[in-house]
């Protein structure tokens, strides 16, 4: 199970981990190494802002909400479009599932997708691709179901033998590497290195806030399943990790260390 | 309940009955009707040809389909895109719910589809559209589900006060208009017209073989709804057809007349 992500939220522009070139090498990355993926990726700096403009992750508040849960979901969607083009290209027979158009949250918590679909995907060959998106729920009507919420659902079903995080930084740091000369990267990441983080936004992989993105990450291992943080951008590293070979990045480790 | 089709196959080229300025003055016409819409869409004609090219109709064959499931998904929503994007400039808040992502054939017959989250968006005042779609099928594996299918479930499920039908010309006919200058338009279609007319994809209606798109509506009007085509070339139908008001096409009856 591969996640394409993150992005950091700058000034309205359009920023991403990853532009054409980059996820083009990382398609092909995958589609060289012959492993069955499944594919999730992040919903983009540009959809969380709209979404943030229009406080969906609140839930419904009012009606004028409305056009910004479609303007987010077209958003994410294009990014998507972006992706599916680029395994194409790659030559993976692949399939977007858009969670808005499939799934039900519950107070901001994933609760039902129709995991059935992906595994009949994956039967026959084809990729299944899903992304963080609005989508509904029945208590607050709607809200944001991330990436991460997405893969845990599908490493709790689909017990994938290896999660890969593919940053835009080698790993999880004990500072920003791009604003600290000093900040070292943590090899082997577990929840005692969660509790010695300030909870800042400040100390970021460049995916926002690093803490929640940690916690999800342990959750993720704490189910057994092998778990690393990679840097997307280095040549072949994807390709190393999906391969089984010793990997430049963090591993994360369920439990105390 | 509106579909925009139907759309020919011709020389490779990508034919629309709609191109974005007829499609946004449809879109428009249905933000002024005011009424709640569920909105269907065909295909379009390169997905057909890429979808008869690699025989996706027949079901899984042989594994060098996956890249023509993968291709024409993606053909019909790039297609999407574009009325979605009509929808936004219209005003309306939209989501697309691709039939790829959560229906389930049987034989070549829609048998499940998630029509409860069509509801929840419905009530939250956002307008489902959905449209034919390469789908998962329990017993081929997969298969080219249409946009008539999707009309079928989706009227049997939620009873719209009309089914409005939009062609490229202005009903049903006795003969193509537009390669026969004697054609005339037929007002009342039941099943006895469908036995008038010769088996041949020469009597068309520009979509195809009007035959089967025929069974389609009849089996709707069978279902007690108001059901008519109409010429979504023609400013101002849709937006008469959906204010109730008398408007030139063909209405659909069902049973003999």
């Known amino acids: 199970m591969v996640k ?3 992005s950091v939220i700058t000034d309205k522009a359009r920023y991403r981990s990853f532009n054409q070139e980059s996820t083009d090498r990382l398609t092909r990355e995958i589609a060289s190494s012959g492993k069955q993926v499944v594919l999730v990726h992040g919903a983009g700096s540009f959809g969380h802002l709209l979404a943030h403009e229009h406080q969906l992750q609140r839930g419904y508040l009012k009606d004028s909400q409305r056009i910004g849960v479609a303007k987010v979901q077209q958003d994410v969607r294009d990014l998507n479009r972006e992706v599916m083009l680029s395994l ?51 208590q607050k009507k709607f809200g944001i179901c991330s990436g991460d919420q997405l893969m845990y659902l599908l490493a709790k079903e689909f017990h994938p033998k290896l999660i890969v995080f593919c940053a835009d930084v080698d790993g999880i740091f004990t500072a920003d590497p791009n604003l600290d000369r000093g900040a070292s990267l943590i090899e082997k990441v577990d929840r005692s290195t969660l509790e010695s983080i300030p909870r800042t936004s400040r100390v970021t992989d460049v995916t926002g806030s690093i803490y929640g993105k940690l916690e999800s990450m342990l959750s993720l291992a704490e189910l057994g399943k092998t778990t690393m943080v990679i840097n997307g951008l ?3 590293r994807l390709a190393s990790a999906l391969g089984c070979a010793k990997v430049k990045g963090s591993m994360v480790v369920g439990g105390q260390a």
């Open 4 to 6: 394409l992500g993150g």
């Open 88 to 138: 194409d290209r790659a030559g993976i027979p692949a399939t977007s599932i858009p969670p808005g158009a499939c799934a039900l949250m519950e107070g901001g918590l994933l609760r039902k997708m129709d995991l059935g679909l992906f595994r009949r995907y994956l039967d026959l060959g084809i990729m299944p691709v899903t992304f963080g998106d609005v989508v509904l729920d029945a």
């Open 234 to 236: 280095a040549p072949g």
